[in-house]
T-cell receptor, first 111, second 113 residues
Framework: GEDVEQSLFLSVREGDSSVINCTYT??????LYWYKQEPGAGLQLLTY?????DMKQDQRLTVLLNKKDKHLSLRIADTQTGDSAIYFC???????????FGKGTRLSVIA | DADVTQTPRNRITKTGKRIMLECSQTKGHDRMYWYRQDPGLGLRLIYYSFDVKDINKGEISDGYSVSRQAQAKFSLSLESAIPNQTALYFC????????????FGPGTRLTVL
């Protein structure tokens, strides 16, 4: 089956930029997503990008998609302690296939 | 009020017991999902349903069953709980618009002793 890979941990200092990376195997992905899970809560959609786009910016968040390399990244500018959470990459193939999630990257922000 | 609710939020049970986790939604979505989350393993799909009469197995359905009683309700059952089913369980919904965005409940923490 299709797979989504991401590193498990990332630690950054408050005020720095964070970059979380993800690779996927499904060449027919239609949408790719970043979900955020705060402690004790369910996942919430942070942002998404359509597969025919290279970049999407939303305030402090920048998503970059390299479709040729099947690589997705999430950049958080001016990282704050409130950004500490687990970030999940996910992809959707064609048709009615369910989303495939990565294992999640735990972002720790050091004050 | 939360759009996707799960009950109970926490449960401790013993090996061999039958247990049901319930999920309700007020979003009017047709598609519902059950996942389990384990440290280092991420989110794994157990079962999903695209409509009241539709049930599909996910990646790890063994040891679980589901019931879609109505559009708004999707229950997950463990017929005979075992310790390696100790995990955080999430229900999610999806409007089926093609975007694929899922809306998650707050989770149920299940411990099987």
């Amino acid at each position: 089956g299709e797979d989504v890979e991401q590193s498990l941990f990332l630690s950054v200092r408050e005020g720095d930029s964070s970059v979380i990376n993800c690779t996927y195997t499904d060449s027919s992905s239609t949408y790719l997503y970043w979900y955020k899970q705060e402690p004790g809560a369910g996942l919430q959609l942070l942002t998404y990008i359509f597969s025919n786009m290279d970049m999407k910016q939303d305030q402090r968040l920048t998503v970059l998609l390299n479709k040729k390399d099947k690589h997705l990244s999430l950049r958080i500018a001016d990282t704050q302690t409130g950004d500490s959470a687990i970030y999940f990459c996910a992809e959707k193939g064609t048709g009615n296939t369910p989303l495939v999630f990565g294992k999640g990257t735990r972002l720790s922000v050091i004050a | 009020d939360a759009d996707v609710t799960q009950t109970p939020r926490n449960r401790i049970t013993k090996t061999g017991k039958r247990i049901m986790l319930e999920c309700s939604q007020t979003k009017g979505h047709d598609r519902m999902y059950w996942y389990r989350q384990d440290p280092g393993l991420g989110l794994r799909l157990i079962y999903y349903s695209f409509d009241v009469k539709d049930i599909n197995k996910g990646e790890i359905s063994d040891g679980y069953s589901v019931s879609r009683q109505a559009q708004a309700k999707f229950s997950l059952s463990l017929e005979s709980a075992i310790p390696n089913q100790t995990a955080l369980y999430f229900c999610a919904t999806d409007p089926g618009t093609g975007l694929g965005e899922q809306f998650f409940g707050p989770g149920t923490r299940l411990t099987v002793l």
